[in-house]
């Protein structure tokens, strides 16, 4: 079964660098989520892309975090600078095949987990 | 806005036990409704799902069933095994056009005993 890819599997960084994370959904999917998740927590969602466009950044922290989807394929999130309470597990999700169901269920990665120390 | 309530963990069984794990939501209109698991070290997978009231999700022995009226999706499985043990999430997606996001509730842990 198709995938969805994200690297690194894990990223240690010092407070004030910039990171960055990947993602690439699983092929045909017009429908991308980035989601945090707290450790002992449930996923919350970051940004959600249809296509290359963002239709939902509501909960994302733009003084430091950005999130781009080009070509309406792989994405990218970006955090600069780190800070201790970004430590966590960053998800990508993928769902929506173009020409499919709008609640086709979403295909989640395997996360990057973030420490910053 | 949107919420999902879920039974505090961490839940212990024994093997071949009787396993429950509330979940309630809040939401306007008319959600669907998922299970998700997560295994150590990996993604969140779908495990059931229920689309409207009085609908039954079923997989690998667990179901859940959409209540409207008391606005809940407890999950159950009959009989557990050890390999059942990982991290279970309820969550709800809104039926609004243009906010298929998920939100979730906060994860249960279950550990099975042999």
């Known amino acids: 079964e198709a995938e969805v890819a994200q690297s690194p599997r894990y990223k240690i960084t010092e407070k004030s660098q910039a990171v960055a994370f990947w993602c690439d959904p699983i092929?045909?999917?017009?429908?991308l989520y980035w989601y945090r998740q707290i450790l002992g927590q449930g996923p919350e969602l970051l940004v959600q892309?249809?296509?290359?466009?963002?239709?939902?950044d509501s909960q994302l922290p733009k003084d430091r975090f950005s999130a781009e989807r080009l070509k309406g394929v792989d994405s990218t999130l970006k955090i600069q600078p780190a800070e201790l309470g970004d430590s966590a597990m960053y998800l990508c999700?993928?769902?929506?095949?173009?020409?499919?169901?709008?609640?086709?269920?979403?295909?989640f990665g395997n996360g990057t987990r973030l420490t910053v120390t | 806005g949107n919420s999902v309530t879920q039974m505090e963990g961490p839940v212990t069984l024994s093997e071949e036990a009787f396993l429950t794990i509330n979940c309630t939501y809040t939401?306007?209109?008319?959600?669907?409704l998922f299970w998700y698991v997560q295994y150590p070290g990996e993604g969140l997978q779908l495990l059931l799902k229920?689309?409207?009231?009085?609908d039954k999700g079923s997989n690998k022995g667990f179901e859940a069933t959409y209540r409207k009226e008391t606005t809940s999706f407890h999950l159950e499985k009959g009989s557990v095994q050890v390999s059942d043990s990982a991290v279970y999430f309820c969550?709800?997606?809104?039926?609004?056009?243009?906010?298929?996001?998920?939100?979730f509730g906060t994860g249960t842990r279950l550990t099975i005993i042999p």
């Open positions: 892309f249809q296509d290359e466009s963002v239709v939902d």
């Open positions: 999700a993928s769902s929506t095949p173009r020409g499919g169901a709008r609640d086709s269920p979403l295909h």
């Open positions: 092929s045909g999917h017009a429908t």
């Open positions: 969550a709800l997606r809104d039926s609004n056009f243009g906010n298929e996001k998920l939100t």
């Open positions: 229920a689309t409207k009231a009085d």
């Open positions: 939401a306007t209109g008319y959600p669907s």
